[in-house]
């Protein structure tokens, strides 16, 4: 989501099978960041996290073409040990496409009664 005040990248991660260790970003930017920019927690449920990212190219998103259309993807390590880069590591992509531009607002209205 991206609107004027606000970005927001967010997904449900699912453990591979046979993998115990935490996904990790990769190809996150140099830039000093705040780490709670950039979060990858785990849910309650078991082999679930969570990838709630409040930055976009220091949290390593960016965007990519698919087909005529521009996207915003990320990569996402699923390490076998914690740490350490290895060629038996998951590597996913994850594309989404950016939600149309929205209006929002907020109305009060008054209720109270003619007395």
Do not use: Y
Not at 49 to 77: H, K
Not at 79 to 105: N, R, T, Y
């Amino acid at each position: 989501m991206r609107t004027a005040h606000t970005e927001t990248f967010t997904a449900f991660l699912r453990l591979p099978q046979n993998f115990l260790s935490a996904p990790v970003l990769e190809n996150v930017g140099t830039e000093a960041i705040d780490e709670t920019q950039c979060l990858i927690t785990r849910t309650n449920v078991e082999g679930i996290f969570a990838l709630d990212l409040s930055r976009m190219e220091p949290c390593g998103v960016s965007r990519c073409e698919n087909g005529a259309e521009f996207w915003m993807c990320v990569t996402i390590r699923f390490p076998m040990l914690p740490g350490l880069k290895l060629p038996e590591d998951e590597v996913i992509d994850i594309k989404c496409k950016p939600q149309d531009p929205a209006i929002s607002g907020s109305n009060v209205i008054n209720f109270q009664e003619n007395v």
